[in-house]
């Protein structure tokens, strides 16, 4: 049997540029389905039970650390379409980024993240990205929401200074239904951040929401002109 090839992924890409084409806000969700279709390698076991580490740490790497707490992320090409959307003080945001993907995100400190997007390609590497981190997330609060051990444990590092026994430590990898390797590697990348981040999976599923301001193809070149600007600027300087 031939798998999903080319129009699967012409479909998938088609879905989430003509959605936000809107001037409104986009609930990741909606793009579900053909990411599902699409069947990109790099999330192949996205309609396991089991989580997708190696999707889920893909994205985890590529997006700041702050997409635990966010629900809304805006997609802007300049700076003036974030200003005329209403997003006047983004000079006060706090300036993250991620080890995986070389893009400046901005975080308004509570709900929101902003990204610049200079060509198509940006968006055909950050939807599915963002999509697969949704799936993965929502599919640990599943497991967790169904196990009432693993809610006690995970409960218990609420406690200041509260620490949990190697075994339990173990347990609560095995309850999520992760190989002693992919435990290993969930503990390693998220370090400090592991048991926080954890009682958020707990506490609810993800339900990202994106808005994109613009997205034209004239836009996408001037944004890449003013972006090359300073380099042809030095360009020349060299040439004299």
Same mark, same amino acid.
């Given at each position: 049997? /031939?798998?999903p090839?080319?129009?699967?992924?012409d479909?998938? !890409?088609?879905t989430?540029?003509t959605?936000?084409?809107? #001037?409104?806000?986009?609930? /990741?969700?909606?793009?579900e389905?053909?990411?599902?279709?699409?069947?990109? #390698?790099?999330?192949?076991g996205?309609?396991e039970?089991?989580p997708?580490l @190696?999707?889920?740490?893909?994205? !985890?790497? =590529?997006?700041?650390?702050? /997409?635990?707490?966010v629900?809304l992320?805006?997609?802007?090409q300049?700076r003036?379409?974030f200003l =005329?959307?209403g997003?006047? @003080?983004?000079?006060?945001w706090?300036i993250?980024s991620?080890?995986?993907?070389?893009?400046?995100?901005?975080?308004?400190?509570?709900?929101?993240?902003a990204?610049?997007?200079?060509?198509?390609?940006?968006l055909d590497?950050?939807?599915?990205t963002i999509?697969?981190?949704?799936?993965?997330?929502?599919?640990?609060?599943?497991?967790?929401?169904e196990?009432e051990?693993?809610?006690?444990?995970?409960a218990?590092?609420?406690?200041?200074g509260?620490?949990l026994?190697?075994?339990? /430590?173990a347990?609560?990898?095995?309850?999520?239904?992760l190989?002693?390797?992919?435990w290993n =590697?969930l503990?390693?990348?998220?370090g400090?951040?592991l048991?926080? @981040?954890?009682r958020?999976?707990?506490?609810d599923?993800?339900k990202?929401e994106? =808005?994109?301001l613009?997205?034209?193809?004239?836009?996408y070149?001037?944004?890449?002109?003013?972006?090359?600007?300073p380099?042809?600027?030095?360009? @020349?300087?060299?040439e004299?």
């Amino acid at each position: 049997m /031939i798998g999903p090839g080319k129009r699967e992924v012409d479909l998938y !890409v088609r879905t989430y540029t003509t959605l936000l084409q809107s #001037s409104g806000v986009i609930g /990741i969700s909606s793009f579900e389905p053909a990411h599902i279709t699409a069947a990109a #390698s790099l999330h192949a076991g996205v309609t396991e039970r089991e989580p997708d580490l @190696n999707a889920f740490l893909y994205s !985890v790497q =590529r997006l700041p650390a702050s /997409i635990v707490d966010v629900r809304l992320i805006v997609l802007g090409q300049q700076r003036g379409a974030f200003l =005329r959307a209403g997003y006047v @003080n983004m000079d006060e945001w706090q300036i993250e980024s991620a080890p995986g993907r070389r893009r400046r995100w901005l975080f308004d400190g509570s709900e929101t993240l902003a990204a610049y997007i200079a060509s198509t390609s940006d968006l055909d590497d950050l939807i599915p990205t963002i999509v697969a981190y949704q799936i993965e997330w929502n599919k640990m609060h599943r497991i967790i929401d169904e196990d009432e051990r693993l809610q006690e444990l995970i409960a218990l590092t609420k406690t200041d200074g509260a620490v949990l026994t190697s075994q339990q /430590i173990a347990e609560v990898g095995e309850r999520l239904l992760l190989s002693t390797q992919d435990w290993n =590697r969930l503990k390693g990348i998220w370090g400090a951040r592991l048991w926080p @981040n954890l009682r958020l999976i707990a506490a609810d599923k993800k339900k990202y929401e994106l =808005r994109m301001l613009g997205g034209s193809y004239v836009g996408y070149t001037r944004a890449t002109r003013q972006w090359y600007a300073p380099v042809a600027r030095l360009l @020349n300087d060299l040439e004299l």
